[in-house]
């Protein structure tokens, strides 16, 4: 063993912050000796790039220090094409002074997309940064399959960010880092939050949902976005207010050729829903307005 392993991280930082060196640089080295449980690694906060840490002002839970430990509690649910994990955030022996934060890691699969759902007419339009990238998606490789994979984390990251900073009820995103993207865990009385479509709100509570959606469209429309797969699986019921998640397939209301088509189809979508549980909406009523915030 080196004498560096029985020095604890949080003592090599501040030694080597007390030699002036550049903590970017002293993260490298804690890979040496990662956590021995193997559910355990470092905090990635540090290793990805400013751009992809999420926008200020920052909520006070997100743990940015160097010495926090990520740790894996389990999967929350499998999707698709991405599988939700629950995943812990803690600076160790702190997190009576609230550096520890339960985040929702969601992490596209990098393999076998051959099956998803998200169809070229999303992507239409969205560019490929060289042609080795473009001939390996084309081709479904490994390779190509690992970079759409990292496209779609890109594009919910994105999306997320941007809606979170135009105050649209979506979880705060804290990082992307490749195909994971750390987000904020939404709950219910320190339970996950149920998806809309498994609750079943009393009349008050149910026009005070259909207006937070409405509303959320209307900001999406002025903004010129579709998100694209709306419906009460992808809107998370948190008590009285609601949370719309997985973004990755927003797209450009206008510069899309089947924009409207999706926007009508994310309207149909959601009162249908609220239809049925009772509430007099309409679909084309709500398309109708929407187009007018958005032209
Ligand atoms: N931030 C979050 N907080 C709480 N639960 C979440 C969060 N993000 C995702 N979930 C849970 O994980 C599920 C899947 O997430 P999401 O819809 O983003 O992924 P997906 O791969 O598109 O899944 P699906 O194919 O089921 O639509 C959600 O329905 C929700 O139950
Ligand atoms: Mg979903």
């Not at 999420?54 to 990520?70: C, M």
Request: glycine share 6%.
């Amino acid at each position: 063993m080196s004498p560096h392993h029985s020095e604890s991280v949080p003592d090599r930082l501040h030694d080597a912050r007390h030699r002036g060196i550049d903590p970017r640089f002293v993260f490298d080295f804690q890979n040496y000796d990662e956590p021995d449980d193997d559910r355990q690694r470092w905090s990635t906060w540090l290793s990805v790039e400013p751009l992809c840490r999420g926008p200020e002002p920052r909520p006070d839970w997100v743990v940015t220090s160097q010495a926090a430990v990520d740790t894996e509690l389990g999967i929350l649910k499998t999707g698709k094409e991405a599988d939700v994990f629950l995943l812990e955030r803690a600076v160790p022996g702190t997190e009576a002074l609230g550096e520890s934060v339960v985040m929702a890691a969601k992490r596209y699969r990098g393999h076998d997309h051959t099956d998803f759902h998200r169809s070229s007419s999303y992507t239409d339009g969205r560019k490929v940064r060289n042609t080795r990238d473009a001939r390996a998606m084309a081709r479904k490789t490994a390779h190509g399959k690992a970079v759409a994979a990292g496209q779609w984390a890109w594009a919910e990251w994105e999306s997320l960010t941007r809606l979170w900073e135009l105050g649209v009820p979506v979880p705060y995103p804290v990082q992307l880092d490749g195909t994971e993207l750390l987000m904020e865990w939404i709950t219910v009385e320190g339970e996950t939050a149920p998806r809309l479509a498994q609750t079943r709100p009393e009349p008050e509570l149910l026009a005070s949902y259909f207006e937070q959606i409405r509303d959320v469209l209307a900001e999406l429309s002025r903004h010129g976005m579709v998100h694209g797969d709306l419906s009460a699986y992808n809107i998370l019921a948190a008590g009285e207010r609601l949370v719309v998640i997985d973004l990755p397939q927003v797209i450009d209301l206008v510069g899309n050729p089947a924009g409207l088509d999706f926007l009508l189809r994310d309207c149909t979508n959601v009162c249908r829903w609220f239809q049925a549980r009772g509430l007099a909406v309409d679909e084309h009523d709500l398309y109708g307005e929407l187009l007018a915030h958005a032209f």
